[in-house]
């Protein structure tokens, strides 16, 4: 039976209009938005489900077209605030620690005053500083209030012009964040699946590279400067300045190039309390 030209017509448009509606790559969604909670954790009642919408793929598991979430705060509603520390560790720093030039690479007054006051962080690790410090990496993976995250292997540049980073090459990209988890997972504790570039570098072929290993990127939107400060003032200044509901506060626990940071915490618990504002781990600040 010959159909009208009309209802040919008609079809046609429909399936132009479908074919328009297929899978695409996605831009990463820079707000806040629900994140994977932990896979292991000792207070596993304290630790928010992930939402079904954001739960992460398995590792080695791939969603064609899409790309990790990237997050920069939590919800603004609420008196939470994450305070996160990074544990950067280069070859350069491995040498530098090795040859006597550098002390130490670890701040453990910070973790003594987390401890102290009993205050949740979320601590983004390197591979290579936790295999410089795996009696220091046990401590934190045995407190329930401490998350463990992901900063990679060895602190290369994931994009070019990265800090002088030296840059890592973009085939090596995945392993590289994939064998960190690996590492970090051996120790136990409030595991996650998040990851932090390092400078917070990334480019759309870093975030494709991610895509197969079920993470959330997390930026942040307070950022201390402690690596770069001349003393405690400035990075009390720069936290206070900012900090709202639902922040995400970037610190660092690398003593040698982060010199006045256990120094400027205090300041900057006294500011969030005067504030009425609470830390929590980071599951819990996405979570809202």
């Known amino acids: ?51 079904p919408i954001t739960k992460p793929l398995r590792p080695g598991q791939t969603k064609a077209g899409l790309l990790p979430p990237v997050v920069n705060h939590g919800p603004r509603t609420g008196n939470l605030v994450a305070l996160t520390f990074d544990a950067d560790m280069t070859d350069r720093m491995l040498a530098q620690l090795r040859n006597g030039s550098i002390t130490s690479y670890a701040n453990v007054k910070i973790i003594e005053m987390l401890e102290r006051e009993q205050v949740p962080a979320t601590f983004f690790l390197t591979g290579k500083w936790v295999q410089r410090y795996p009696e220091l990496t046990e401590r934190l993976a045995a407190n329930p209030r401490f998350e463990l995250a992901n900063h990679t292997f060895g602190h290369q540049g994931f994009t ?115 504030r009425d504002l609470a830390p929590a781990t980071l599951s819990e600040v996405l979570a809202g």
């Open 160 to 274: 070019s012009g990265c800090y002088n980073l030296p840059r890592i090459a973009p085939a090596a990209m995945t392993e590289d964040v994939a064998k960190t988890f690996t590492i970090i997972e051996a120790y136990g504790g409030r595991q996650t699946r998040y990851f932090r570039f390092p400078g917070l570098c990334h480019d759309r072929a870093a975030l494709r590279a991610m895509a197969p290993l079920g993470l959330t990127v997390v930026d942040g939107d307070v950022v201390s400067g402690d690596p770069f400060a001349t003393g405690w003032r400035p990075i009390v200044n720069a936290v206070l300045k900012k900090v709202k509901p639902g922040s995400i506060v970037i610190l660092h626990v690398t003593e040698a190039n982060a010199r006045f940071t256990d120094e400027a915490l205090p300041h900057i618990l006294r500011g969030l309390a005067e």
């Open 1 to 51: 039976m010959r159909l009208p030209s009309a209802v040919l017509l008609l079809c046609a448009v429909t399936a132009v209009l479908l074919a328009g509606c297929g899978p695409a790559e996605q831009e990463p969604a820079f707000v806040a938005a629900p994140s994977p909670s932990a896979v292991a954790s000792p207070t596993p009642s304290a630790v928010p489900a992930p939402s």
